[in-house]
C-alpha cells in the first residue's frame, strides 16, 4: 500500500481550502486587468504595419524592449480575425527553419525529405495566420541564414506556408538587444523596417483598458488600376533619374541591417505605394512605409518625387488662370507659382506673362499672400518696355507691399541695436 494515496480525514482538500479560494479570487481578479477593449483612433505606426501586412509585405518591427510590439501584433492578429503563432528566433537551431532530415526507405531513390517544425505543420493545416518571429535581432547568424527561406520562399523544411499566412517580426537595438547581432544584409532586405515607438497618449488611454484598433485598409476597388499605374510611373520615373539609387548597399555593419534600396526593395516600395494610394492613406503613413522599404534617404527622395507630380501643369494653368487649382500646401504651393514663373521666362510673351499675373490673383484668392512675394517680384522683372502693367497688378501691389513691410519689420525686431554689446563682445 502506498501511504501518497491516503490523507487524514482531518485534512480539506485544495479546491475547499482558504487558500484555494483565494487563488480563484485572484483569477478573476487577472481576469478583469485583463479584460480590455478597443476603440477607433488615428495611429500612423499601427496603421502603416496593418497596410504592410495587408500587402503580404514581411515587416520588422524595431524598438526598445517592454514598449509594446508584441502587444500590437497580438491585437493586430486579433483584428484581422488571424491565429496568432509565435517563434522566438532566438532560441531555435537553424534546422527548426530549415527542417530535421528523416531518412525513409531507398533514400537513393526518394531522397531525403525535411520535416517541418510543429508550428509550421498547424499554420499549413490552417491555411492562415499571422507568424511572428521575435527577437530577431538575438538570433545567431546561422538562424538567420535559415529564416531567409522561411522569410522570402514561405518555406519551412518540406512545407510551403499558404498563401493565407502573414509574416511580421520584431527585434531590438543592438545595443538594448541581450546578446545581440547585427542582421545580415539578405534579411533585412526581405524586410519592410518599421520604427516603433510608444506614444503617451495611446499608453496611458491602453492602460486605462481601451487601446487603439487595428483595422484592414480600405481599398476603393474602383482607384486600383489607377493606384498600381501611378505607383509603377512614380517608382520608375524617379529611379530613371535617380539610377545610382537601384542599388545601393550601405557601407557600415548597422546600416547593412537596416532598410536599404535594392530591387527587391523597390518593388516592396511600388507595392506600398499602390496599395496606399488605393487606401487614401496619409503623406506620414506612406512615408513610413516608403522608407521602411527602401531606407530613409531614398526614401524622402522619391517622396518628394511624388510631390513634383503633383504639381499641376504650369501651361494648363496659363491656359485657364481663372479657374487655375494650387496645391494646398505652402511648398508645393510655391513651387507651382515657381514653374508658372519659370515657364514664363522660358517663352516670354506679352499674353503669357499677363496670364501668369492673373494665376498670382488666383493664388491671392485661395491662399496665403506671403508666398506672392518672390515670385510676383521675378514675374516684374520679365516685363518688357512695350508691354503694359495689367490691372492684376493692382490687387497685388498693396498686399506684397504689406508683406515687405512686414518682413523689414521682422529684420529690424531682431537685428542688434546699435551700442547693445553682444555675447561676443563681453
Excluded at 538575438?138 to 519551412?156: D, F, G, K
Excluded at 532598410?259 to 507595392?271: G, H, N, Y
Excluded at 501651361?315 to 514653374?339: H, M, N, V, Y
Excluded at 499674353?351 to 499675373?357: N, S, V
Amino acid at each position: 500500500m502506498t501511504t501518497s494515496t491516503l490523507l487524514p480525514a482531518s485534512v480539506p482538500t485544495a479546491a475547499a481550502s482558504p487558500a484555494g479560494t483565494q487563488l480563484a479570487l485572484a483569477d478573476d481578479l487577472l481576469g478583469l486587468l485583463r479584460t480590455t477593449t478597443t476603440e477607433p483612433r488615428p495611429d500612423e505606426q499601427l496603421e502603416a504595419l496593418t497596410l504592410a501586412v495587408a500587402a503580404d509585405l514581411p515587416v520588422l518591427l524595431w524598438g526598445e524592449p517592454g514598449i509594446g510590439k508584441t502587444a500590437a501584433l497580438t491585437q493586430l492578429a486579433a483584428s484581422l480575425d488571424l491565429p496568432l503563432t509565435t517563434v522566438i528566433a532566438s532560441v531555435h537551431e537553424p534546422s527548426d527553419f530549415a527542417g530535421l532530415p528523416v531518412v525513409g526507405d531507398d533514400p537513393e531513390v526518394r531522397g531525403v525529405p525535411m520535416a517541418p517544425p510543429q508550428w509550421a505543420v498547424e499554420l499549413v493545416r490552417a491555411g492562415r495566420g499571422l507568424l511572428f518571429l521575435d527577437e530577431l535581432s538575438t538570433a545567431t547568424p546561422a538562424v538567420q541564414a535559415a529564416l531567409l527561406r522561411v522569410v522570402l520562399e514561405r518555406r519551412v523544411g518540406a512545407l510551403r506556408l499558404p498563401a493565407g499566412v502573414r509574416i511580421v517580426a520584431a527585434a531590438n537595438p543592438r545595443a538594448s538587444a541581450a546578446d545581440g547581432w547585427e542582421l545580415s544584409p539578405p534579411l533585412a532586405n526581405r524586410f519592410v523596417h518599421l520604427y516603433w515607438v510608444h506614444d503617451r497618449d495611446v499608453v496611458v488611454r491602453g492602460l486605462g483598458g481601451v487601446w487603439p484598433r487595428a483595422t484592414p485598409p480600405r481599398l476603393a476597388p474602383e482607384r486600383l488600376p489607377e493606384a498600381v499605374a501611378f505607383a509603377r510611373r512614380a517608382v520608375c520615373g524617379f529611379l530613371e533619374v535617380r539610377p545610382t539609387l537601384i542599388h545601393r548597399l550601405p557601407s557600415t555593419e548597422t546600416r547593412r541591417g537596416g532598410a536599404w534600396p535594392s530591387p527587391r526593395s523597390w518593388e516592396a516600395a511600388l507595392t506600398l505605394l499602390a496599395f496606399g494610394t488605393a487606401a487614401a492613406v496619409s503623406r506620414e503613413v506612406l512615408a513610413l512605409l516608403v522608407r521602411g522599404a527602401v531606407g530613409d534617404g531614398p526614401g524622402l527622395e522619391l517622396l518628394a518625387h511624388l510631390d513634383r507630380m503633383d504639381l499641376p501643369d504650369p501651361e494648363s494653368l496659363l491656359a485657364d488662370p481663372a479657374a487655375a487649382e494650387l496645391p494646398e500646401r505652402g511648398d508645393l504651393r510655391q513651387a507651382a507659382l515657381e514653374a508658372v514663373i519659370a515657364a514664363v521666362g522660358a517663352r516670354p510673351e506679352r499674353q503669357r506673362w499677363e496670364a501668369a499675373w492673373a494665376v498670382l490673383v488666383r493664388a491671392l484668392e485661395t491662399g496665403a499672400p506671403d508666398l506672392l512675394v518672390a515670385p510676383a517680384t521675378t514675374l516684374a522683372a520679365l516685363r518688357r518696355d512695350d508691354w503694359e502693367v495689367p490691372e492684376a497688378v493692382e490687387r497685388l501691389t498693396e498686399v506684397i507691399g504689406l508683406a515687405r513691410r512686414a518682413d523689414r519689420s521682422v529684420e529690424r525686431a531682431t537685428a542688434p541695436r546699435p551700442g547693445r554689446a553682444t555675447g561676443a563682445g563681453r
